[in-house]
C-alpha cells in the first residue's frame, strides 16, 4: 500500500475530523466525562483518492507513515501511542474524547513487533490488536533463470515479510529468506512459469519466466558476444536489471555489438517473441538487428536512457522467423555511446 500524498493533507484531516464531530453530534449517549480509555476500532481515515472515509470502516491492518482513525471512548486526556511499542506523535487538535486522528511514525517496525496499538492517557491504558504490516513486496528478479524443476533459484527485492510463493500456481518450498533476499526450490512444472510473492501487503510477479533465458548473469549456449566486440560483464546486483551481472560496450556512431549464430526452431513455437532491458550513460538509441536483417526498420528502433528499459518484440514484429539465429544491436544515433543489456530472454505472453 502506497502512503498518500495529498495536496491539502491539513484539510482533509479537518475534514475528517468535522464529519467524525458531526456523528458524534448524533449519537446521545456521547458523554465527555473522565473515563478509563476503550478502543472500539480503527480505520483509514481517507480512501486511495485522497478523501474522507465516511462512515468509518474497521480494519486491523494499517501501514506507516499512513493516518488512521481510532474510535473509543476516554480520549480527552490522551499521552501517548505507540503502534509495535514505537510512538507515533498526535496534534492535539485532532483528538476528540472519541475519536484520534494520528499517523502512524515512519520508523515502526513491521517485523517482530507485538502487533499492539497502545494508547496511554491521564486515566490509564488500553491495548488493542493492529498489526503494522510491511509495504508491498518488491520483487526486482530471481537468478538463475533457466534453473531445472527441483533446483534452487534465488529472489532479490525487498520486504519479504513471512511471505509465500508461488511458481505459476504451485507453491514452492522457501529454503531460506532474508527482508531482500530467498532462496526457493523450483517445484515440478515450473519451467515457463512466473514467479509470485506474496505477503500480508500484496504480490508481486516478475515478468521473466523460468527457463527462458538468452543471457541472465551468463549467455546460454548457443548464444553469445563474441570477445571481438571487446565488450565487459560487470558484476554489480545493485546496478543490475536481472541477478548481479549485465554486459557492458561502448559503442561507436552506426557500429554494433554482435552475438554469434545459431539456430533455435523450437523457441517460435514455445515463446511469443523476445524482450530484454538496456540503458545508456547519455539519450541513445539502437536497433535490434534481428537474425542478419540489416535493413533499417523503425520497428526495431528504440530510445535508452539513464533508466534500465524493457523492450519486447512479438514474433510478428520480426517478420515471424522459421527460427532464431542471431541478436545483435547496433548504435543508430551516429555518436560513440556506452550502452548496457540485461536480462535477455524469451517472451511468454
Wanted: aromatic fraction near 14%; hydrophobic fraction near 35%.
Amino acid at each position: 500500500m502506497k502512503t498518500l500524498f495529498l495536496k491539502s493533507y491539513k484539510s482533509i484531516l479537518l475534514a475528517v475530523l468535522s464529519l467524525i464531530i458531526i456523528q458524534s453530534c448524533d449519537d446521545d449517549d456521547v458523554t465527555y466525562q473522565a473515563t478509563a480509555p476503550s478502543v472500539e476500532f480503527v480505520s483509514a481515515s481517507v480512501d486511495s483518492d485522497g478523501q474522507p472515509v465516511s462512515p468509518l470502516t474497521p480494519t486491523t491492518i494499517g501501514y506507516a507513515n499512513n493516518t488512521y482513525v481510532i474510535q473509543g471512548k476516554g480520549f480527552a486526556s490522551l499521552r501517548h501511542i505507540y503502534f509495535n511499542e514505537t510512538e507515533s506523535y498526535f496534534n492535539p487538535n485532532l483528538i476528540t474524547d472519541t475519536h484520534i486522528i494520528v499517523t502512524i511514525n515512519t520508523n515502526t517496525p513491521y517485523e517482530n513487533g507485538n502487533n499492539k496499538l497502545k494508547i496511554v492517557t491521564g486515566i490509564g491504558t488500553v491495548e488493542y490488536d493492529f498489526v503494522v504490516a510491511p509495504p508491498s513486496p518488491v520483487f526486482k528478479s530471481f537468478n538463475p533463470i533457466n534453473a531445472a524443476d527441483g533446483e534452487e533459484v534465488t529472489l532479490y527485492g525487498n520486504y519479504f515479510v513471512n511471505p509465500t510463493v508461488k511458481v505459476g500456481d504451485t507453491e514452492a518450498e522457501i529454503i531460506s529468506k532474508s527482508l531482500t533476499e530467498m532462496k526457493i526450490k523450483l517445484p515440478a512444472d515450473s519451467q515457463g512459469k512466473k514467479i509470485t510473492v506474496t505477503t500480508l501487503s500484496g504480490s508481486n510477479t516478475w515478468d521473466t519466466a523460468v527457463g527462458t533465458a538468452i543471457f541472465d548473469d551468463s549467455f546460454y549456449a548457443p548464444w553469445d558476444f563474441e570477445a571481438w566486440n571487446n565488450h565487459t560483464y560487470v558484476t554489480d546486483h545493485s546496478a543490475a536489471f536481472q541477478g548481479n551481472v549485465f554486459i557492458k560496450k561502448e559503442i561507436n556512431g552506426w557500429d554494433n555489438i554482435q552475438g554469434n549464430w545459431g539456430w533455435d526452431q523450437d523457441a517460435v513455437t514455445k515463446y511469443t517473441g523476445i524482450k530484454f532491458a538496456v540503458r545508456s550513460d547519455d539519450d541513445g538509441k539502437l536497433e535490434l538487428i534481428f537474425n542478419g536483417d540489416w535493413s533499417d526498420s523503425e520497428v526495431r528502433q528504440f530510445t535508452t536512457g539513464k533508466d534500465w528499459k524493457e523492450v519486447k518484440f512479438t514474433w510478428s514484429q520480426l517478420n515471424n522467423p522459421a527460427a532464431v539465429q542471431n541478436i545483435t544491436f547496433k548504435e543508430f544515433t551516429g555518436n560513440k555511446h556506452t550502452y548496457y543489456f540485461d536480462n535477455i530472454t524469451y517472451t511468454t505472453e
